[in-house]
Structures are given as structure tokens and as C-alpha cells.
């Protein structure tokens, strides 16, 4: 059987490991975790990065930052994995899903604009294959109506939309570091906050719903629960093999863009022929060759 993916190592990922056991200090929050946050706001022009066991927990926390509840919808593409719609779930809220666009797989906007009403809470945009969605007219239509945009950039580390960084096109963006991803840690993610509108709340949510942060940074002189929150912190040993692979993420999406490319240039006679249809990668986005795929027609 053909391996779904195949984990990359970049060749660091154990001495880092070992660098973390020899610290004593293998809970999360420590070194390598300040190392990776500062790592992936320099990638991505982010204010803020906050490491998380996974995306699936950033999406989480974004949706308790943005204030969803009973009664709120929230609009995202039909086409998504089950994380962006538990998410919201989670809140007691309800997914509204729309179409996507036919040639990026991406949510269409045109859909987006028919599915507001008077209980939507936010959009959930998804940049599926790491192909950043149209930004300009979401961020249009969610400003026109009060709507906050929490951006599923799963799969899109190190894509830009119109030069700017996946990352620092929306107040909240969800990153993955499983290990189907460009840069993985196993399991993993990142919530990157665009400004400091959140950061102080994300922290505290982040920690079981506490000031333990602050407590840390010498900002209070009390440890306790304030807030709603969970655990949402990977341990140290991820955040060492993170750290290894976000050194050399640049050096690895130039490697699957050039595998990219040749699958594209090679797919290329079959399109012609109209046997089958490429990805289609707008003029202002740059991918990071997340994926290839083929659209091909159905049978019937």
C-alpha cells in the first residue's frame, strides 16, 4: 500500500530532544517552546505565536477569543476537516457551510455574502492546499458586517497572499505541525495573533484558564483560575523537534515546490487534452506545495 505521507526529518530533531531532557524541563512553555514562538513570528510577521498540541486546539481557542456561543453561526466551506466544524461546535454554536470555489477548492465569497444573517458570529476561511483564500473581499465582507475572520491555515505555513504572510492577514490564524504537514512535529500546532487584541486572554486560555503566565513573567503575585481555558500547551520534547524542523522550513517548501512543479509540468499534456485539471494557484498567492492533486471527471 502507498504511505498516505511520509514524515521529513531534517536531521537536528534528536539532539534537540536530548538538549530539552538534559534541561530538566519537559512540561510545556519552556525554552524551545519560547524558541519556536519567536521563530514563527518572524516566518509569518505575526505579533504573537502561541504553540499548541494541535490545530485543532488553536481553532479552539480562537472560537472561545472570538466570544461563540448558543445561538452564533459561523460561516466556513463545506469542503474543510472535521476541526474547523467541532470547533465551533464545542461553543454550541452552528457551522454554516457553503460551496467552494471550482477552480482553488477555496471558500467562495460570493457564497459567504448569501449565508450572513443576524447570527453570525465570524468566517472561517480555510487555505486549502496551502493556496491562501481571496483575503481582500473576505476581510471586505466580514468589516462590512461586524464579522470576525479566524483563518484555517492548516495546511499554509510559509504561503503569502499579495506578499503578505499567512499569518498576519487575520487577527487569528490556526497552523498545524502534524506530521501530514510541510513542517511537522507528530502532532502540534500554533495560534498567531496579527496584533496584541487577544494575546493576554490567549495566554490565559491557553493555560487551563489561568494567570500562570503572568504569574511567570513576575506580573502578579497570585497563580489562579480566572478565566475558561484548557490545556492546550505541548510538552517540551514536541517543541524540540519542532524547533529543528522551523529552522529548515524554508529549505523544505523550496524542496516540494520544485517537486510541485515537476508534477505540474508532467500533468500538464493530460490537461490539454482535457483528461484532467490541474491546481490553480492565483497570480498574487505563493503556495508552499503543501499538496498535488488531480481533478479528473466523473465516470457517469
Same mark, same amino acid.
Not at 17 to 41: D, M, Q, R
Not at 219 to 226: A, E, F, I, M
Not at 267 to 277: D, K, V
Given at each position: ?26 512540561? #510545556?512553555?519552556?525554552?524551545?517552546? @519560547? ?85 453570525? *458570529? ?14 481582500? $473581499? ?23 497572499? @499579495?506578499? %503578505? ?12 505541525? $502534524? ?8 502532532? #502540534?500546532?500554533?495560534?498567531?495573533? %496579527? ?5 493576554? *486572554? ?5 493555560? %487551563?484558564?489561568?494567570? *500562570? ?41 523550496? %524542496? ?30 505563493? $503556495? ?8 479528473? @471527471?466523473?465516470?457517469?
Amino acid at each position: 500500500m502507498t504511505a498516505f505521507n511520509r514524515p521529513y526529518l531534517v536531521g537536528q530533531e534528536i539532539d534537540n530532544i536530548l538538549a530539552a531532557h538534559e534541561s530538566a524541563h519537559l512540561s #510545556g512553555n519552556g525554552n524551545f517552546t @519560547k524558541s519556536c514562538e519567536k521563530l514563527l513570528c518572524k516566518i509569518t510577521g505575526a505579533s504573537h505565536a502561541l504553540l499548541t498540541h494541535s490545530c485543532t486546539g488553536a481553532l479552539e481557542i480562537a472560537t472561545l477569543l472570538a466570544g461563540i456561543g448558543p445561538g452564533d453561526e459561523v460561516i466556513m466551506p463545506s469542503y474543510t476537516f472535521v476541526s474547523t466544524a467541532n470547533a465551533v461546535v464545542l461553543r454550541g454554536a452552528t457551522p454554516v457551510f457553503v460551496d467552494i470555489r471550482p477552480d482553488t477548492l477555496n471558500i467562495d465569497v460570493a457564497e459567504v455574502a448569501k449565508a450572513i444573517s443576524t447570527r453570525t *458570529r465570524a468566517i472561517m476561511p480555510v487555505d486549502y492546499a496551502g493556496v491562501p483564500c481571496d483575503f481582500d $473581499h473576505v476581510n471586505t465582507i466580514a468589516l462590512e458586517n461586524e464579522l470576525l475572520v479566524i483563518e484555517d491555515a492548516a495546511q499554509a505555513l510559509l504561503s503569502t497572499y @499579495k506578499g %503578505k504572510a499567512v499569518g498576519a492577514c487575520n487577527e487569528l490564524t490556526a497552523i498545524s505541525f $502534524h506530521e501530514t504537514k510541510n513542517v511537522i512535529s507528530g502532532e #502540534g500546532g500554533a495560534l498567531l495573533l %496579527k496584533s496584541d487584541l487577544f494575546h493576554e *486572554r490567549a495566554e490565559i486560555i491557553r493555560e %487551563k484558564g489561568t494567570n *500562570r503566565q503572568q504569574f511567570l513573567e513576575g506580573l502578579t503575585n497570585k497563580y489562579t483560575w480566572v478565566d475558561i481555558g484548557s490545556s492546550y500547551l505541548p510538552n517540551e520534547i514536541t517543541a524540540a523537534f519542532l524547533f529543528a524542523q522551523l529552522q529548515a522550513a524554508e529549505d523544505i517548501t523550496e %524542496k516540494r515546490l520544485d517537486i510541485w512543479s515537476r508534477y505540474h509540468a508532467a500533468f500538464e499534456p493530460f490537461e490539454e487534452i482535457n483528461r484532467l485539471r490541474r491546481p490553480v494557484v492565483p497570480d498574487d498567492c505563493r $503556495h508552499n506545495a503543501h499538496m498535488y492533486y488531480l481533478l479528473l @471527471k466523473d465516470r457517469t
